[in-house]
């Protein structure tokens, strides 16, 4: 058996489990608000900067539009979003929040942060230790990304 095959000894099962569990972690809390985790990283792109072009959340999210498409369309149905066309390019469509979608904001905030905090309070990792833990991702995620 090669050690560098053996599941343990794997970088990539690490943040694999990571992602999964952090985004079951999120789910009562996004639940709650009727979304899914998804939906709120869409929710947080437009949260910073509204009526944005599918493509551009698209890029934000490292993601294909053929995959937020049918999340915007879900979202749209749901009251959260709208979507019209562009106005100076016809076949760009723009996404913007609806009053529902702005108040999600409010209601997360309320919710999200602490109950993320309380999540981990038993995790030897601390507040004071993410932006390092950004950096370091952040540097796995523009060396893999195309």
């Known amino acids: 058996m090669h050690a560098e095959l053996q599941l343990d000894n794997q970088i990539c099962f690490r943040l694999y489990t990571a992602a999964r569990l952090v985004t079951q972690a999120y789910t ?3 639940t709650a608000l009727g979304i899914t985790y998804p939906q709120y990283l869409v929710l947080m792109v437009l949260w910073e900067k509204d009526d944005q072009p599918v493509n551009d959340i698209a890029h934000r999210l490292l993601l294909e539009t053929n995959t937020v498409t049918p999340l ?3 979202m749209e149905k749901l009251g959260i979003v709208s979507r019209k066309k562009g106005e100076l390019d016809k076949r760009q469509q723009i996404v913007s929040l609806t009053k529902k979608g702005k108040a999600l904001e409010e209601e997360a905030f309320a919710t999200i942060p602490s109950g993320w905090d309380q ?3 038993a995790c030897p990792l601390k507040q004071e230790d993410y ?6 991702l952040d540097s796995i995620i523009n060396t893999l990304k195309k």
């Open 28 to 30: 009562p809390m996004l």
């Open 72 to 74: 915007l369309q879900r």
């Open 119 to 121: 999540q981990l309070s």
């Open 131 to 136: 932006p390092r833990l950004e950096q370091e």
